[in-house]
Structure formats: C-alpha cells, structure tokens
C-alpha cells in the first residue's frame, strides 16, 4: 500500500498504455489515480458482450515479437494463456480470392504478370536487408516501393493498401514504417490470441492497479487540465477536482489540447499530427467463408478494405464464424459520420458479393463500431519531429501512439512507452512495492 504523503500521479486514458503505466507506478508504491472517460476500460481494445462471450470491437492479435506486451502478460499471470496458431493470407484482387502464402501462391498469382510476380517475390525476400543502414525515415514509402517492385506492383497492390490505411497521403509516409512493420511480422504466420479475449487482460490490469492501491475510475473524463512544475489540476466532470504531481496523459494530442487551459496548451507540442480513424463491420456468420486471417480486399467494389477473421485465429464462437471488415476514413468523413444502420445493410450486401456461399441467411448479426483517433498519419522526417514525452515548465508526461514511431501502434508499443515514461516519474525510494 502507498502512504498518503507519496506523490499523486494522475493518469489520463485507460486504453493499454495508460493501464499499463498505472499497473507500473502502482506495484512500486507511487500513488496513481486513472482516469477513463468511456463507461469501459481498454481504449482501442475494449471489448462488448455476445451472448457469454467478450469480444474486441476491434480485431486484436498478439505477435512472438510482442515483448515488452508477454512480458506484461508474464507479471499477471496470463502468459500462458496466450494461444498461438499458424494463421494465413488471402488476398481478393478484382472480386477474385487467391492465397498468398507461398512462393507457388505468387507464381499462380494472375493478379500481376509473371515478371511482375517475380520481382514481387525476390524484393520481397530481400525487403528488409535492402532497409538496413538507410535513412528510411526520410523516404517517402511510394519511392522506395516504386522503385523496387515498379509502377505495376505499386499501382494494383501497394497504392490501395497503403491508401486504406493511412487516407490520400499514403505515399508519403516514411518507409521506415513500413520497414518497422515487416520487422514485428517478421514474415511470421504465428499470431496469438489471449483465452477470454483482451477484456481478461484489461480486467487484470484494473484488479492489479487496484490491488497495489491505486484507483481506477471509468466514466470519468477529465474536462480540464492545469499544470505547472510540482503542482497539476484536473477537473472531472461534474466539477470535482484532482491534484496531481504529476500527470501522465495517453489520449491524442488533438484531444488534450481540447483539455489544456491556455497556460499549458502554449507549452504543448505544435506540431500536431493528423489521425485516421476506422469504421469496422463485425459479422457473425452461420458458415465459414475463409481460412486466412487476413485478406486486403483490392479493386472488388466494397467500401471496405479488407476481411479479417477472427475464427480463424480464435475458433469459432459457438458455431457462429467471426468476421471484421474495415475501412479506415477521416473521422469527418461521409462514411464516418453515416448512421450505423446504413453502413451494416451495406457492408452485409457487399460481404455477400464477395462471398456469394453466405447465401441469404449466412449473416445472423452485424455490429458497427467506429474510432476516432487510431493511426497517427506520420510526415517524413518524423524521428526528428516527433515531440517529447516531457512538456516544460510542467508536471505532464505524453504516452501517446504519436510517441511509439517508428514503433507500429500495437498494445505492445503502448506497453513499452508506458514502461519508458513511467521510468521519468519521479520515484518515492523508501516505499515497498505492493504485491
Ligand atoms: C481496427 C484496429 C485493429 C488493431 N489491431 C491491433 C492488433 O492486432 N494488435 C495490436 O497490438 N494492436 C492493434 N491495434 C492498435 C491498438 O489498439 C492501439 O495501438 C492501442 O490500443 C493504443 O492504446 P492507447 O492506450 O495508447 O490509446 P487508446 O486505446 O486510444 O486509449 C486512450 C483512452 O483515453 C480515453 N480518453 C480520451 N479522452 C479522455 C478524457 N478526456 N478523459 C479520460 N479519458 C479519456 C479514451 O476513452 C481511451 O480509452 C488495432 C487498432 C484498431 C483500431
């Protein structure tokens, strides 16, 4: 337990990195309050009930390279309750659905021709090494990938996936992030999935915060922020105010300015990064439609961009077959903003397109779930760029998914920043760690 005169640290966001940093300044004996203004904890992992079962509202895995993540999982007993399975790829090019595994799958792939397919195959083996030493974070990902799989390859393949995923500035973002990525793939099949979907981690997370004395309170949003060196204010809503030592706070930069009072919001970083959202379909189907995991969906007419399925990983949820569609959009986007409704008879008639087999009645239920702030759209330069976590003349740190770059956003990165930023907060030495 903490003694009442240790520092206060108030923690804003109960996504992963701001469980995790509370998980962290709790089991060594710092005083911590979170703070979460959704009714749920988990941010971009939470979770929402069907039938006796939780599941993500957004597809989550867990990669063998995930480690600052199993090593979190490790201290609350839940590494082994990670199961890991060899998942594949599917890939639909103009309505049409191919593997796309092997070597043999791309040399039948008759989405590009044959050359093309070799290139494809030879650069791709050689990607990584081709990235070593280079300064990546300068190059804009449609040059470097241009230049070495050509026009072809960039046009019908990367250019729409890339452009899915991170809106109409796709080509610019720094290669090194796509470098980075195929760095945590590693090229490997292996994903894993933890028993009782992430809402067993996240529940762990709050009963080991809580055991070590600190408080966890959903529904909670912070209204307003203040902070000067040595003193923070935090006003909750309902008028109720917090003092804190010190603040660490995990929600966008966008929404913390919203948050800051004129003092701190002048000391906050100016440069403010634009962020994609995402709108997911979740399907529950009566039959199967695909072994692979993943499937980028290209030139098919759908207004998502891709299948993942869930039950290829985690098996099927009482005989119904789990499928997220996604699209990732600007959060003031047509699609965004479209009524929920709407986007679920629409998807519905587009899942059926590609796969005719569902028939009429292959699709029992359909949720929407939306997110307004998921992938920070990096400019080149941005190691450079990219703010610190520490804001002067104040006691607020930043543990944001702007901060994990090069980093992809994962649970893992948020784990490793919350870890790193935890290790700034000023330390009480005399008190014992709770267990
Ligand atoms: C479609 C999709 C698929 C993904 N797939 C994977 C995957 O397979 N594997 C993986 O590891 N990661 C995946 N991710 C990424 C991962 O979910 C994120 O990187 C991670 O959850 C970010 O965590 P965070 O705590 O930094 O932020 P968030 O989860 O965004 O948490 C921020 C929290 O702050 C809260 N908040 C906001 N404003 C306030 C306020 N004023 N007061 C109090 N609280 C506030 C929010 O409600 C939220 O809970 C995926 C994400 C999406 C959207």
Partial sequence: MTPPDSPHVAVIGGGICGLAAAHRLARRGTRVTLLESSDQLGGLGTFFAHGDRWLERFYHCIMPSDAS???????????????????????????????????????????????????????????????????????????????????VVWERLFAPMFGSKFGPAFGDVPALYLWQRLGRERNVATRGYPDGGYKAIIDALQASITRAGGVVRASTPVERLSSTEGRSVLTLAGGEVLDADQVISTVPLPLLRHLADDALAARLPETELPYQGVVTGVFFLRKP?????????????????????????????????????????????????????AIAARWSAQLRGLYPELGADGIEEVRVFKAPFVEPVY?????????????????????????VYPDVTSWNSSVRLANDVVSLVAHQPAVAPAR
Avoid at 84 to 108: I, K
């Fill in 379 to 403: 400019p080149l330069g941005y190691l450079a760029a990219r703010p610190p976590v520490t804001v002067d003349g104040t006691g607020v740190l930043l543990a944001t998914t702007a901060h």
């Fill in 69 to 151: 993540l199993l090593a979190l999982l490790g201290e609350l007993g839940l590494r082994d309750a990670v199961r890991w399975r060899e998942t594949t790829m599917g890939m639909v090019v103009d309505g049409r659905h191919h593997p796309f595994n092997s070597a043999l799958d791309l040399l039948r792939f008759p989405a590009l021709r044959l050359p093309d397919r070799v290139r494809f195959g030879v650069v791709s083996l050689l990607l990584r090494r081709l990235g070593r030493g280079r300064d990546l974070d300068t190059l804009r990902t449609e040059d470097w990938l241009r230049g070495l799989y050509g026009d």
């Fill in 289 to 341: 439609v695909t072994e692979h995991y993943w499937t980028p969906v290209l030139h098919s007419g759908t207004e998502f961009d891709g299948v993942v399925s869930m039950s290829a990983l985690a098996g099927a949820d009482d005989g119904r077959h789990l499928v997220y569609v996604m699209h990732y959009t600007d959060r003031g986007s047509r699609l965004y903003l479209d009524d929920d409704a």
